[in-house]
């Protein structure tokens, strides 16, 4: 079994806060999505989501999408695609393609405000 506590084995790939577009208290551009230029080599990730300005009863932060690179110069498709609660940190182990691709996350059109960490699990 596999000890996910051991924080040395944890890399933070990313820690970003994104911020709507709002005027006149409506949100006029959302937030885009947060995607790292990282090159994943692992298969196990975690991510959390915060939302300074998210309502009580919110519990959906978003999907955690997975993109493989594709021969023959055709770029990026989409691999897997996960559920992520808003707030607590969520452990993603990719199956279908364990390494070498890249993630995005894409945030609710509603959020005024978003901040994302990533780790990658290195052993």
């Not at 947060?34 to 932060?61: D, N």
């Not at 607590?88 to 960490?117: A, G, H, M, R």
Request: with cysteine.
């Amino acid at each position: 079994m596999t000890d996910f506590s051991d924080v040395t084995k944890w890399n933070l790939i990313l820690d970003s806060t994104k911020n709507a577009t709002i005027q006149g208290g409506m949100i006029i551009q959302p937030i885009a999505a947060f995607e790292p230029s990282h090159l994943f080599s692992s298969s196990v990730v975690v991510v959390q989501v915060f939302s300074a300005t998210a309502k009580s009863t919110w519990y959906k932060a978003g999907y955690l999408n997975q993109a493989v690179l594709v021969p023959l110069s055709l770029g990026l498709a989409l691999g897997e695609s996960r559920f992520v609660p808003l707030f607590t940190p969520v452990i993603i182990n990719f199956l279908s393609f364990p390494n070498n691709y890249k993630v995005s996350f894409e945030v609710p059109k509603y959020f005024k405000d978003c901040n994302v960490k990533i780790w990658e699990f290195v052993s």
